[in-house]
């Protein structure tokens, strides 16, 4: 898991948003391959295991199939619409299948894996988490892509096919409410 993503993540459990503090046990460059996360206001702890935060609860990985769902990387890059570096993009589910086209097309810009399929796993240019419930912050990413079954929002509900707009804070289908006002 890439170090910096920490600030992106929170606890899972229902109660006050919380960040999570991480204890490195092992770090190689920038990834931390083995750990743990803990919250300061309920005291969980999650495991760091090969690079992944499981926070528990996640649904059985499906096996990998090529292209990633209905949407391919060329459809979904464009539909996140992050034309720059910097922020991560959430690939939740079978998107994820297609993260090293994806790379190539938003270039800069960090790749979360949320309970991906089978044989997808962390590594240079992609983090990999895994649980129930998105354990992400949701006004710390730039979009995200789910196929609405591979895990709940952080507010626990699921969303099907979500984009998220960090700007305005929209989650549906198409360009943000904040875009379509601006056109």
Do not use: Q
Not at 47 to 54: H, I
Not at 85 to 104: C, D, I, N, Q, T
Not at 105 to 122: C, E, I, Q, S
């Amino acid at each position: 898991m890439f170090i910096e993503l920490t600030d992106h993540l929170r606890c899972p459990a229902e109660h006050d948003e919380a960040f999570l503090v991480l204890l490195p046990d092992l770090v190689e460059g920038r990834s931390v391959r083995t750990g743990t996360l803990g919250c300061p206001l309920c005291d969980r702890r999650f495991t760091l295991r090969d690079g992944v935060f499981d926070a528990g609860g996640a649904p059985p990985a499906a096996a990998l199939s090529p292209g990633g769902g209905p949407l391919g990387p060329d459809a979904l890059a464009p539909l996140v619409g992050l034309g720059g570096p910097g922020g991560y993009l959430v690939l939740v589910g079978p998107p994820a299948a297609g993260w090293r086209e994806m790379a190539e097309l938003v270039p800069g810009v960090g790749l979360v894996a949320v309970n991906p399929p089978a044989g997808v796993v962390d590594e240079d240019g992609l983090s990999v988490l895994r649980g129930g419930r998105l354990p992400l912050r949701p006004t710390r990413c730039a979009a995200s892509c789910s196929d609405g079954h591979s895990a709940a929002t952080p507010d626990g509900s699921p969303r099907r096919r979500a984009w998220y707009c960090r700007g305005c804070g929209w989650w549906g289908r198409g360009p943000c409410r904040r875009r379509r006002r601006s056109t």
